[in-house]
Nanobody
């Protein structure tokens, strides 16, 4: 079983930055992709960013492009989401997730591709 734990959320003013971390433990898959999703109260969970096992391929939601950067350190079994120029509309619980399949075998933007999910970390952006 894979366990994922997010950290790094908090309260930040608009225009500020946060870096989220997602640490994996247990038996992860050798070439899994990792994704970040977010969910605000009363809203559907939405895709934010994803990264291939090697870190060489990434995907971003339009809302995240130019502001967010996803990266991973496989030696540390950790994936990161650097969030800059935060806006109030970024306020949500942020979740990381892990796939069973490699990047080329799935659509990383679909939450249905992810087998394991963390419990989330709250990000609140004040204006």
């Amino acid at each position: 079983q894979v366990q994922l734990v997010e950290s790094g959320g908090g309260l930040v003013q608009a225009g500020g930055s946060l870096r989220l971390s997602c640490a994996a433990s247990g038996r992860t898959f050798s070439r899994d992709a990792m994704g970040w999703f977010r969910q605000a109260p009363g809203k559907e969970r939405e895709f934010v960013a994803a990264i291939s096992w090697s870190g060489g391929t990434t995907s971003y939601a339009d809302s995240a492009k130019g502001r967010f950067t996803v990266s991973r350190d496989n030696a540390k079994r950790t994936v990161y989401l650097q969030m800059n120029s935060l806006k109030p509309e970024d306020t949500a619980v942020y979740y990381c997730a892990s796939t069973r399949e490699s990047w080329n075998d799935l659509n990383p933007r679909s939450p249905f591709q992810y087998a394991y999910w963390g419990q989330g970390t709250q990000v609140t952006v004040s204006s």
